[in-house]
């Protein structure tokens, strides 16, 4: 399955999450399955965003854009970085 691993940090956690919210139904258009939010502990305003998609074709076309670029100008978000992960295996212990 493939995964999207994004780290970025933004201005303000409470402006970002918002515009987040509200572009749940354009994510899910363009196949985004599920996430996890995750911070760093020590800066709220470092978030780790993990994402599920069909295919990593669909997830760089959606992450790379231009709509999504406004987006993130919105939600303040600075240098981004895309990680774009191939699963090979899972486990519950």
Known sequence: M???L???EVA????WKAIFDQALGIRKN????SYQ????DNDANTIVHFS????????????????LVDIRKKAGV???EFIYLQEIERAVL
């Open 37 to 40: 939010l995750l911070r760093y």
């Open 78 to 80: 600075k240098a981004p």
């Open 52 to 67: 599920v998609w069909p295919s990593l074709e669909c997830a760089r076309r959606f992450f790379e854009s231009p709509e």
């Open 2 to 4: 493939p995964h999207v």
């Open 6 to 8: 994004i780290i970025h």
């Open 12 to 15: 303000a956690y409470p402006a």
């Open 30 to 33: 363009a196949g985004e399955i």
